[in-house]
């Protein structure tokens, strides 16, 4: 089996525990700001928007992603789940970082998720809009990597 031809649970179709859960493995592997990992989760032939870029396959999302955390220090993100629909995931998130001028920012957006039958996801759609803030009005706290489990989420942050 190659790596596309094993299930990456939960599969679809989703069911409201299950897409909570896809999403949540997919806020912890983005906090890794590991690209090689994240991009595994994607089809080889995936089709990306992200902001005014549209990444097609495995090794134009790595390349992205490789851009972006170069760029995006400091990053920590939290999704929630919107919706669900068999094979489809609509999530909101927030995700905080600073520029190399250590500037703040608060990253708002929206995302639109279509997986394939073995729970990879083959579209990704995002919409994001960026906030600056100051450093004191920072609200993710929390070492490098996954967020724990008894940090707040987006909705008991009011955001």
């Not at 999530?91 to 500037?103: L, T």
């Not at 729970?119 to 803030?133: C, E, L, T, V």
Request: proline share 7%; no cysteine.
């Amino acid at each position: 089996m190659t790596a596309s031809s094993t299930p990456r649970p939960p599969l679809p179709p989703f069911t409201r525990d299950t897409a909570a859960q896809k999403v949540r493995l997919a806020e912890d592997a983005w906090n890794t700001r590991d690209p090689q990992r994240v991009a595994l989760a994607y089809t080889v032939d995936t089709v990306w928007r992200n902001r005014a870029e549209f990444p097609q396959g495995r090794a134009q999302v790595q390349a992205f992603l490789e851009r972006k955390w170069a760029r995006e220090l400091d990053y920590r993100l939290i999704k929630e789940l919107w919706a669900h629909d068999g094979h489809h995931i609509a999530v909101r998130f927030a995700y905080e970082w600073r520029d190399d001028a250590g500037h703040w920012f608060r990253s708002y957006g929206n995302e639109n998720w279509e997986f394939d039958d073995l729970g990879y996801m083959h579209r990704r759609f995002a919409s994001i809009n960026d906030k600056p803030i100051a450093a004191q009005d920072r609200k993710f706290h929390w070492p490098q990597g996954r967020r724990p489990d008894e940090h707040p989420g987006l909705s008991e942050l009011g955001l």
